[in-house]
């Protein structure tokens, strides 16, 4: 079946005229030197001393800047990896299921994007995560605010929260200008807006948290609280706690890839801040756009057909 994407697209569409007019487009920023009111280089006379040529400059500083002199983060981007089934360190599993679906949901091995290996969690809280991954598929429909005690949020349909839409298997959308940049990922249409004008703390706790940002050199830093408690990190049941703290670092490494690094702490949860790191890669297809996955029709049948509220609906047009 063919997603619709109109509701999605028609956001983005006034989002990027919104936008345009402070964004300096990539393959239009000005070159370093150029567009500065450089004097032109003249040849040396003959005999004079020729001085030794200087280094080329790092390679963020080789790509596209905005009006204002800061990497062009604007496009759509996307991680390539397995941590959104595991990220730490992991075998190959086989899925929930596995016997009437064979390979189908089977799980990639993956090399881990943790830092030093292992998350480390305090002894309650490593037993928490056990705890999840044994009922990562269990749903529990009730308005008691224990329901989000059990089951992978992903399961269910709730937003990724922060770090983890930044790794899953889907792609996301960077527009950016002086004083905000906005964050439109394809997993359930989840944003966030990164104030770097004026920081203020979180108004309430939410899935995605709070975001205020920095610039340090090319080097584009987020800090993000005011989570709700209820995010995981993966499928493997790791998890943050509403005291969570995560500082994220996104740096370019040329035109087509950035580095993305996040420190978390956790006092609730983990001994010490850890880290985890890994590349983010410029999607370059010349039609490449963000699609629509809205997936609440996806989990109606699952959550309401225990309470006898779900009716399916009509597909005899598929």
């Given at each position: 079946?063919?997603?619709g994407w109109t509701?999605?697209?028609a956001?983005?569409a006034?989002?990027?005229?919104?936008?345009?007019?402070?964004?300096?487009?990539?393959?239009?920023?000005p070159?370093?030197?150029?567009?500065?009111?450089?004097a032109?280089?003249?040849?040396?006379?003959?005999?004079?001393?020729?001085?030794?040529?200087?280094?080329?400059?790092?390679?963020?500083?080789?790509g596209?800047?905005?009006?204002?002199?800061?990497?062009?983060?604007?496009?759509?981007?996307q991680?390539?990896?397995?941590?959104?089934?595991d990220i730490?360190?992991?075998?190959?599993?086989?899925?929930?299921?596995?016997?009437?679906?064979?390979?189908?949901?089977?799980?990639p091995?993956?090399?881990?994007?943790?830092?030093?290996?292992?998350?480390?969690?305090?002894?309650?809280?490593?037993?928490?995560?056990q705890?999840?991954?044994?009922?990562?598929m269990?749903v529990?429909?009730?308005?008691?605010?224990?329901?989000?005690?059990?089951?992978?949020?992903?399961?269910?349909?709730f937003?990724?929260?922060?770090?983890?839409?930044?790794?899953?298997?889907?792609p996301?959308?960077?527009?950016?200008?002086?004083?905000q940049?906005?964050?439109?990922?394809e997993?359930?249409g989840?944003?966030?807006t990164?104030?770097?004008d004026?920081?203020?703390?979180?108004p309430?706790?939410?899935?995605?948290?709070?975001?205020?940002?920095r610039?340090?050199?090319?080097t584009?830093?987020?800090?993000v609280?005011?989570?709700?408690?209820?995010?995981?990190?993966?499928r493997?049941?790791?998890?943050?706690?509403?005291?969570?703290?995560v500082?994220?670092?996104?740096?370019p490494?040329?035109?087509?890839?950035?580095?993305?690094?996040?420190?978390?702490?956790?006092?609730?949860?983990?001994?010490r801040p850890w880290k985890?790191?890994?590349?983010?890669?410029?999607?370059?297809?010349?039609?490449?756009?963000?699609?629509?996955?809205n997936?609440?029709?996806?989990?109606?049948?699952m959550?309401?057909?225990?309470?006898g509220?779900?009716?399916?609906?009509?597909?005899s047009?598929?």
């Amino acid at each position: 079946m063919r997603i619709g994407w109109t509701g999605l697209s028609a956001f983005l569409a006034t989002m990027a005229i919104v936008w345009a007019a402070t964004i300096t487009s990539e393959g239009q920023a000005p070159a370093a030197g150029r567009a500065q009111g450089a004097a032109p280089q003249t040849a040396a006379p003959a005999g004079a001393r020729q001085t030794p040529a200087q280094p080329r400059p790092a390679a963020a500083a080789q790509g596209a800047r905005t009006e204002d002199g800061k990497p062009n983060l604007n496009g759509i981007w996307q991680a390539i990896n397995t941590a959104n089934w595991d990220i730490e360190a992991h075998h190959a599993e086989a899925g929930p299921h596995n016997d009437i679906m064979g390979a189908w949901g089977s799980e990639p091995a993956g090399m881990g994007i943790v830092e030093g290996g292992a998350i480390p969690y305090k002894p309650e809280a490593l037993k928490k995560k056990q705890d999840n991954f044994k009922n990562r598929m269990l749903v529990k429909i009730t308005n008691d605010p224990h329901r989000f005690d059990t089951g992978d949020p992903e399961l269910e349909c709730f937003r990724p929260g922060v770090p983890r839409a930044n790794y899953m298997p889907f792609p996301f959308q960077i527009f950016q200008n002086k004083d905000q940049i906005l964050m439109v990922y394809e997993y359930k249409g989840a944003m966030r807006t990164v104030f770097m004008d004026k920081h203020q703390d979180a108004p309430v706790d939410s899935w995605m948290g709070w975001s205020n940002g920095r610039w340090e050199g090319d080097t584009l830093v987020i800090d993000v609280t005011g989570f709700n408690g209820h995010q995981w990190l993966d499928r493997a049941g790791n998890f943050l706690s509403d005291t969570a703290h995560v500082v994220e670092r996104w740096t370019p490494r040329g035109r087509a890839h950035m580095m993305y690094e996040a420190t978390i702490e956790d006092p609730a949860t983990f001994t010490r801040p850890w880290k985890i790191s890994f590349p983010v890669y410029r999607r370059l297809e010349p039609n490449i756009q963000l699609l629509e996955f809205n997936c609440v029709p996806f989990v109606e049948e699952m959550i309401y057909t225990p309470l006898g509220l779900y009716n399916p609906p009509n597909r005899s047009s598929r």
